[in-house]
Structure formats: structure tokens, C-alpha cells
């Protein structure tokens, strides 16, 4: 069995290529919401955040023979959980997209909470409800909007962090150029930050609005992690898990 982590567009294509190719296999997803991106599919799907004990669980439950990391660039510590089991992994990773010269970027969430990023400045994050609460002591230097999935969980979770309810947007994934657009311009927006989350997480987009509208975009670089074995190409993929499969079943 092939344990996939998955939530992500890309992690669908990995189990399609998986189901067409023969290969067992279960995907991990954090929210309910991400079942719906595998109907259809042969694998079964677990629901909920994974803690240590949990993921030695499910690798012994269900005969787990290798790890394929299709998660999020920013879900830091499922990956390092899966590494730290010692099965044989491979990490999808998304390919960046050619970074604009008026495009800041910057290494870490620390390094934009600053005076010259923030105060004075009207700004829409899209960094993810679980970032938000970084972004709270700023709340009275500028105003601030928040783009969110248009979940109740998420839309909770912002609040109770103390973002205000009336400064949140919820929008489903994926957002379009003109919808983009149209949204920075009814707010008058002049800064975005945003993570480096690659062409799927609309990145791309987001460079082409900001450089039409002339707003300043922030991209928070990925966290480096030392992937035992990545590859940005799906194709690469079932055949390294019938690799892994096949040697491990015979030893």
C-alpha cells in the first residue's frame, strides 16, 4: 500500500496516475472538504491532522510500503513527520514560476512584519487562515482584509485567532485573473502577500494582476526542507512506488 499525503490539485492527478497503473493506495487529508477531490478513485481516503502516533498507526494498519508527499509547499510538518518514519518517500514538488522584478520576496513571515511592509498600507493577505493570527498585533497599523476558504472551520478559526469577521473573504480556490482584479480594485488594495505556492496556488496570476494594477505582491519563500527524493513530474511517479513495492515485498 502506498500511503499518498495529499489536499492539493496535483495530489488528484497522483492518484489517477496511481489507479492507472494498478497501485494501492490511501490518501491523508486534513479537512472533509479535500474527500471530494478523489470521488471516483479507487483509494481510500483518511480524514484528520496526522499527530506521530497517528501516521505509525496508519503505516501499520494498512501495510504502508512507501510515501509519495503531494501536500501543500508550506505543509512543513507532515512532511518532516513522514521523512522521520524511514520508508522510502518522494516528494512531489510544484514547479516555480519565473519570479517578476517588481515581485518582493522575502524568506520568512518574520521578515515582513515590519513598519515599511504593513503600516499605513491596505493590504489582502492570502497566506492561509493558519497564518492570520501573525498578522493580529498589526490589525490597528493598516487595514488589513484576509482571503479564506468559505468554510465555516476556516471562517471560525480567523476569528477566534481575532481577526475581524467583517474584514474576511470568503472565495473558493481557484481565483482567476479577473476576479483578482476585481477584487483589488473594490478595495483599493496597494499590497498583497501571498506564499510561494506556485502556478496551483496561483501565484502566476497573482504577479500578472499586481503588475496591471501596479500593487506591491510580498511572496513568502517555501521552507527549505532536505527531501530525501523529489520530482516536480507525475509520470516519474508509479514507477517508483512499483520500485519500492515490488523490493520491499521481497525482502
Known sequence: MIWLIGGTSESRTVAMALDAAGLPWLVSVVSDRARQLYEGRSGAVHV????P????HLIQ??????IVDASHPFAVDISQQAIATGLP???LERPSPAIAPSTICLPTWDAVLQENYLTG???LLTVGVKTLARFVPWLHRGTFWARILPVEVSIHQAIQVGFPSDRLIPMTLPVTA???RDLWRSLSIDTVITKSAGQAGGLDVKQQVAQDLGVRLIVIDRPAIAYPQQTSVVADIPPWCQ???GVREMT
Open 48 to 51: 484528520g491532522a496526522l499527530s
Open 53 to 56: 502516533d497517528a501516521i505509525a
Open 61 to 66: 494498519a494498512n501495510g504502508i510500503r512507501c
Open 89 to 91: 518517500y518522494l516528494r
Open 121 to 123: 498600507q491596505r493590504i
Open 178 to 180: 479577473d476576479q483578482e
Open 243 to 245: 520500485q519500492q513495492v
